[in-house]
């Protein structure tokens, strides 16, 4: 390590993913860097990969090591996977936390939560004016996207300016807050941009992107034609598509009820920061019973399929009194994220079943994206005309693409996934370390590290069912012959109608007086023993290897 | 229950869902039918909610109790979700089943490794021929589908003609196997339908129908086009598609290799039943080691993402002595089901991490559904005519839908789900009876019912994790204080780095004394009581309540 200053980037989440966005820049000497960083955003677990865990966070442990030398946190915007983090980390970073005022209530209330004082979220200006962090300059830009004041970051460094998009879409006409303003991203890059950290996740979409304000037409003319209720679901970030839902609703003669805790929370905070304005009055879900449904629509959380949301409880049954029925209408004016499909199709079979018209955004109608698409990002490539291109929040293949794309365009293209600490200054910006990034489980209140081995427990329990065995080993170092054996999760009877547990009880009374000394006095030797007994059986009854707990009590001489 | 004769229809599998299709006809006086089977298919389980098992299985308790009436089994093409279960469940209905050549191949397959004997499968001869069975007159109709000699089934009854479409799509030029020919089904329907049981999958695309003989042409450009290795991917079934894209790498001067076995066992049936003719020569994987990348496609299983298939293992490293790399290219001629995106997403991002070209259906350019959309659904209710239409092969919503689309057009349409038993003939049909059916998992080599708990046992194990703990109740019914716990699946240690086993014990002990006799001499009191002590335990320091097991070991006096 010398002491030249360097500048430096380091993704910890959100590159080669969607979804947990976390990302470091650091300027000094090797090893000195002060830093600063950008969002501290979560992912969601699924039954697939992290069975039981509550949300997944970035894994901080190169920060917290570095802890002193951080000197702010900047959040781009409010969407759980750029703040979700907030809250659970910044115990461990300690660091004054820089967002715009709607996503400072967020950050707030997010450190209220994990106990922290809600004095460490500091409420940024807007562009022009800047924040001073060490040896950095940072500006928040605004820009569109499908939550209000989102904002990329124009970040001033000795070695030059660095923006980082954030997530973003071009949208001359966002419906609820500002909409793109090219003069202001000619401003920015008129006098160069060293590197430009740009938001990857629809790369691979060739169309050109749709701003909000096409939306509020074909909603309109949907409601007008609806007999019955409506409810409708999105994002309850989405504030713009909350309120052209709304409006739409109004416009047709009908009454708005928000429902779930999240819609509600979202529209407060909205006029809390004074970016929603004018929204309609709406009715609490107890006085919306009195409207008729031809006059009423609900506005929901749920639109991904989650189970405990106000969509999935509406689609099983009655909701806060509320109940559906044949002829009435709902939208999801919504995408579905990968890997929700199946929640989301459970919930609109359920709905059918009930006779509803299930109305999606299949024909591109009642949804648009908050991200841009390839003619986008080329316009801010054009726009910004960076000397490097870093592709991020992106699967693999997104950062890839994109990366090649800047290449094609005459730029540094560099494909930068978690852990890879790029060096931006110099004659060469290139990757110079790989740093160990994991992800961190928050399961219950512990956190458990993604390779830590104990939720790759709890699937092997999933897939293979759990035979517990209680041994004794007596005052006199006599293993007993009766074992009490436990089936969870596998059949209790065998092919020939045998009782399973009492069938492995047997064979373990045959086969134990047969071990020798040695493997009944060492713990391991008798539990590896006993477990093959048991998998051997099974395997042979069901045709399954379960895993196997062997409890050995040694009993000691009173 | 009259001794007037009935024509019943009874959807056990793929009314409701996409998948698992198993259908029963009847006739005869009520509850003395004469019963045909058409289909016995699989559906695939995923870890969100049949972790571990092996595969699903319509749930024929109904036809097991009246297996004497049975007359045979028609399946109608040779996918899994039809022909599938055959060799799990041909045991307990033991009737003779009908298929076409390609589709009995992989019938006497099934039942070989069942144990059964193949000659249980009769190949059934195509339309205008007839397979007699009991009231039932059943012939063999082609349609085009993703997979050779698929066939709807037009069931002659005494009370009119059934038609059970199968799955199908109109092609006028399938590349293998027959075309659509609206000659052959203006004779089907000319003398009037009683009802149309029809697929209703795509019945939500608006869409023409594409052909495959549209495929040929961009595929062979994108591979003219290629540089590097190329792999492709698409289900083993589809031989049209394994031709097109075999004939399109010998056209660009490409030897082609065949990598699973599914695939090299589907070709084989296909040339064995003679419904393809001309595919090139294929190499063996060892074989093709000598031939230079640019001259070589390896055409391979997987397209689903499953994780043990030739295209995962190429994704994650070598596979065969083949290993990918920069500038290769990877074809995607499928489309991903839903549930699968995370996987199929998984093997795109190991390829392009690996530095290869990935390429996918996104654009509509290299893969044709295999059923028919909307219009083609309607070209079919236009030609037949029913009386009835009955949509099958379905979710709920495509269900309703597809019904909807009938009584627009003048037909009775019937939703009927799993268990609906419909009177087909009478004045009014109608679903007449509600027959609880669920699902059969196999699991390992046991067969074990939806509703058991088994998998919702295995479910918690993940969700929460286990605790096992063992206790010794002595000769004089003394409970020891001693315990001895075991955790599966939870953090060693608790909020404040203790040994959480520890902590359970020491809790244990410390509150076992104080237990009365009765908790003492009942096991499910004691069990119940230690349960309750290592769950709120757990609760404060891990914030998880975690599955208990308690194994109490009751020690007889000698």
Chains 1, 2 share one sequence.
């Not at 209530?105 to 939560?113: F, N, Q, T, V, Y």
């Not at 009423?296 to 399929?305: A, D, E, F, N």
């Not at 035979?467 to 020939?496: C, F, H, K, Y």
């Not at 059986?537 to 040694?554: D, F, H, N, Q, W």
Request: proline share 5%; with cysteine; aromatic share 6%.
């Amino acid at each position: 390590m010398t002491d030249r200053n360097r500048l430096i980037y380091l993704p910890l989440g959100g590159a080669g993913e969607i979804g947990m966005n976390c990302y470091v820049y650091g300027y000094g000497p090797a090893g000195k860097e002060r830093l600063i960083v950008v969002d501290l955003g979560v992912a969601f677990p699924d039954m697939d990969g992290q069975p039981g865990v509550d949300v997944i966070l970035p894994d901080i442990a190169w920060l917290n090591e570095r802890r002193d030398r951080i000197d702010a946190i900047f959040i781009t915007h409010a969407h759980e996977d750029h703040v979700g983090a907030v809250g659970h980390l910044w115990g461990r970073l300690r660091a004054p936390v820089y967002a715009r005022r709607f996503t400072a209530i967020h950050a707030m209330r997010k450190l209220e939560e994990a106990g922290h004082s809600t004095e460490q979220v500091r409420v940024a200006p807007v562009w022009p004016e800047a924040v001073k962090a060490g040896p950095f300059t940072v500006q928040f830009a605004p820009v569109s996207h499908s939550i209000p004041e989102a904002s990329a970051l124009v970040i001033d460094t000795p070695e030059g300016r660095v923006v980082h998009s954030g997530d973003f879409k071009i949208d001359r006409d966002p419906v609820v807050g500002e909409p793109f303003d090219p003069e202001l991203w000619g401003q920015i890059g008129a006098d160069g941009v060293l590197a430009y950290i740009c938001d990857s996740t629809n790369v691979f979409n060739r169309h050109e992107g749709r701003s909000e304000s096409q939306l509020p037409e074909p909603i309109g003319a949907l409601i007008a034609g609806a007999k019955g209720m409506v409810v409708a679901t999105t994002f309850a970030s989405n504030i713009a598509r909350l309120k052209t839902l709304a409006d739409a609703a109004v416009a047709n003669g009908r009454s708005v009820c928000l429902m779930g805790r999240a819609m509600k929370r979202m529209v407060s905070a909205g006029e809390e920061s004074g970016v929603l304005t004018g929204f309609p009055r709406t009715l609490s879900p107890e006085e919306a019973l009195d409207v008729p449904r031809e006059n009423l629509m609900l506005i929901v959380t749920g639109s991904q399929g989650e189970r405990r949301a106000a969509s999935a409880a509406l689609s099983r049954g009655s909701y806060l009194g509320h109940e559906l029925q044949e002829g009435d209408m709902f939208l999801f004016s919504s995408k579905t994220i990968p890997g929700n499909e199946v929640g989301v199709a459970r919930i609109k079979n359920a709905l059918a079943e009930k006779g509803v018209d299930v109305i999606d955004d299949s024909h591109g109608f009642y949804h648009v994206s908050g991200h841009a698409n390839r003619p986008d990002l080329e316009a801010m490539h054009d726009i910004l005309r960076p000397r490097i291109l870093l592709p991020n929040h992106g699967e693999y293949r997104h950062l890839r693409e994109h990366a090649k794309l800047g290449l094609e365009k005459g730029m540094t293209g560099i494909v930068a996934a978690n852990g890879s600490l790029v060096e931006l200054s110099g004659n060469a910006p290139r990757i110079v370390e790989y740093i160990d990034v994991s992800k961190t489980y928050l399961d219950g209140t512990a956190f458990v590290g993604a390779l830590d081995g104990v939720i790759r427990e709890r699937m092997k329990l999933a897939l293979n069912g759990l035979v517990a065995v209680a041994l004794i080993v007596d005052e006199d170092d006599v293993l007993l012959e009766d074992s009490w054996v436990q089936l969870r999760g596998l059949p209790e009877t065998a092919g020939n109608g045998a009782d399973l547990a009492e069938m492995i009880e047997d064979e373990l009374a045959s086969a134990m007086p047969r071990f020798d000394a040695k493997t009944v006095m060492d713990d391991d030797r008798l539990e590896e023993a006993v477990r093959r007994i048991v998998r051997t059986l099974c395997l042979t009854e069901i045709g399954k290897r379960p895993e196997v707990a062997v409890l050995i009590s040694r009993l000691m001489a009173a």
